[in-house]
């Protein structure tokens, strides 16, 4: 036998849930700065679920155009806000247009409907706006995870997003198999107090998702700082030397690959007659227009200072040639604009690939790097192999 104080207890644990998820996402907004507007969307999402279900428990008690209405438009709203979050935390653009069109017309479509007696309807629109809502924001972040297929962030992470939107959609179907049962938080029935298990359920593991996946975020962002040369966003030393053995261990297996040194020419005389400033803008103008040379999968890497290597896999000292002097000729091309005045820009280029004896990778850098020199020596902008 379910007692009214049983589900009014799965309330309050509920709203209880909800209120410190607010808390917790306001502190990561305000205080830790953590994501602040997808954290602070998502504090917006837990308040307003618990002011609905607050308000959804108040009915009888206060007057019903404080409670019903308003109760049902907070609960869109809160779903409308969860769906918003996650585009945001994860591509950083946060889609409130749609959130707000999704509340006022379901606000409005209630407002049309008497409230009292059978609700069934303003529980369908409920249900219904939530089914989407979740569902279109599990797409965002399958789409997302999907083409970013990161090592850590399985696309499956948007599981719990389709769940929920199905658990939402069957809700609303459920009014329609059984059509007596009003929707009342505080009703002693199982049906109404397995709702509210599930609801709590939901609350968990929606926030549970969402905070896995600011978390992700954060690490792949640390990732990528640890990695990254903070000037030409190319990958520092150590990250590149990685690469380089991650590249020689697969030349072992059969792998070919090739190296491009890259040093630019003359670049003391830039830095001293234009300044430092200068001098950083021309490696910025290079990386950049040197960027779309390479593939996907090739890793175009700072040695340090004005010293930049591009490791080519499955590729050859022919390929790694033509690459080369299609860098040669864009480097040389594009002089850099500084304060009104046109600087020339080249850079020399030594090229070496793979070779069987070669004990590590730094056997075909050292290669490249003699190349490099032979090109410094034979009067600059040439590339050498
Ligand atoms: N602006 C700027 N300058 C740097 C940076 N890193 C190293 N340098 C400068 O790059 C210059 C490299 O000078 P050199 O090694 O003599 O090379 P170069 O003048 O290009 O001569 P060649 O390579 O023989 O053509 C030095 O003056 C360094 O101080 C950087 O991040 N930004």
Known sequence: MITPAQTLTMAAAIIMSAA???LVWLSLALLARIAPRASLTMAGANACAALSLTLNA???????ALTCWPADVLAVASFALLGAAVPA?????L???????AVAMSGLAMLALPYGGDMRWQTRIVSGMAAVLVFVAGMAAWRHLSATAGRRTPASLALPLFLISLLMALRGVDSFIHPGTAPDVRAPTALNLGLLWLALVMTLLLNATLAFLVLMRLIHRI?????RDPLTDTLNRRAFDQALEQAHAWFRRGRAYAVVMIDMDRFKQLNDTLGHAAGDAAL???VREL??????VDRFGRLGGEEFCVLLPDTGIAGA????ERMRALVHATPLRWLEQDWPLSASFGIAEAERGDASANAVLARADAALYRAKAQGRNVVQA
Do not use: N, S
């Not at 935390?89 to 653009?93: A, E, F, G, K």
């Not at 990732?223 to 990695?227: D, N, V």
């Not at 960027?291 to 996907?296: F, L, S």
């Open 89 to 93: 935390i994860l591509t950083r653009h």
């Open 223 to 227: 990732e990528r700082l640890l990695e």
């Open 20 to 22: 410190t998820a607010t």
């Open 321 to 324: 040639a033509l690459v080369a």
């Open 95 to 101: 889609p409130w247009k749609p959130a707000a069109i």
């Open 58 to 64: 108040t009915r009888g008690v206060l007057p019903d």
């Open 284 to 286: 910025h103008q290079m």
């Open 291 to 296: 960027q779309p040379c390479v593939r996907e």
